[in-house]
């Protein structure tokens, strides 16, 4: 089993939805969750990260965390052409080696 | 503010060449990361620094690569000799710290092994 899982999509929503991003972990280790987002021959670039259960909104983004299930999301509002790109989520454990281990990426695609 | 920077941008080279890539981090950022970011995949750590000691390289393949942080700041990672899977983007990150979450990445470089 992989660390993180994450559905490579595509996926495709017309212009103004929600989208839901997912993904899932296996260790119970980690302590940081994040959201990368990457456009095509881009480096990544971090968009928000919590750091416990529950909620946490910046704009039209929202980070919600369930660490009973492990299970972490992302939810974009009011969707634009811009958003565009590949999502990516990382999680970190705290102490010892502390590298971010990254899912796959959701490569995401607003319709105009 | 600068970003972190990466050069070349692209590299082509034949298999059983050797190729390195440098990394210069955000001015005052401790900890420095290389990853490799294979195409349809997320990156991958390969190594970490904190200044100019190794935290973590237990995914490096260290019988063809090697990184090196002198003096704290700026990285190069070599990879010597190259194999056709080691195409991939090589990406490096930075943060103030350890345990400090907000990494920086640079754009990459693209290597294509033929």
């Known amino acids: 089993q992989k660390e993180v899982e994450q559905d490579p999509g595509p996926l495709s929503v017309p212009e103004g939805a929600i989208v839901s991003l997912n993904c899932t972990y296996s260790n119970s280790a980690f302590q940081y969750f994040m959201w990368y987002r990457q456009y095509s021959r881009k480096g990544p670039e971090l968009l928000m990260y919590?750091?416990?259960?529950g909620n946490k909104e910046d704009g039209r983004f929202t980070a919600q965390v369930d660490k009973s299930s492990k299970y972490i999301s992302l939810f974009i509002r009011d969707s634009q052409p811009s958003d565009s790109a590949t999502y990516l989520c990382a999680i970190q454990q705290v102490g010892g080696a502390d590298g971010l281990t990254f899912g796959k990426g959701t490569h995401l695609i607003i319709q105009p | 503010e600068a970003g972190v920077a990466q050069s070349p941008r692209y590299k082509i080279i034949e298999k059983r060449q050797s190729v390195a890539f440098w990394c210069n981090p955000i001015?005052?950022?401790?900890?420095l990361y290389w990853y490799q970011q294979i195409l349809g995949q997320g990156p991958k750590l390969l190594i970490q620094f904190q200044n100019n000691g190794v935290v973590d390289d237990s995914q490096l393949p260290k019988d063809r690569f090697s990184a090196e942080r002198l003096k704290g700041v700026d990285s190069t990672l070599k990879i010597q000799p190259a194999k056709l899977e080691d195409s991939a983007v090589y990406l490096c990150?930075?943060?103030?710290?350890?345990?400090?979450?907000?990494?920086?990445f640079g754009q990459g470089t693209r290597l294509t092994v033929v």
């Open positions: 990150a930075s943060s103030l710290g350890r345990r400090t979450p907000e990494a920086f």
């Open positions: 001015s005052g950022h401790a900890t």
């Open positions: 919590t750091y416990s259960s």
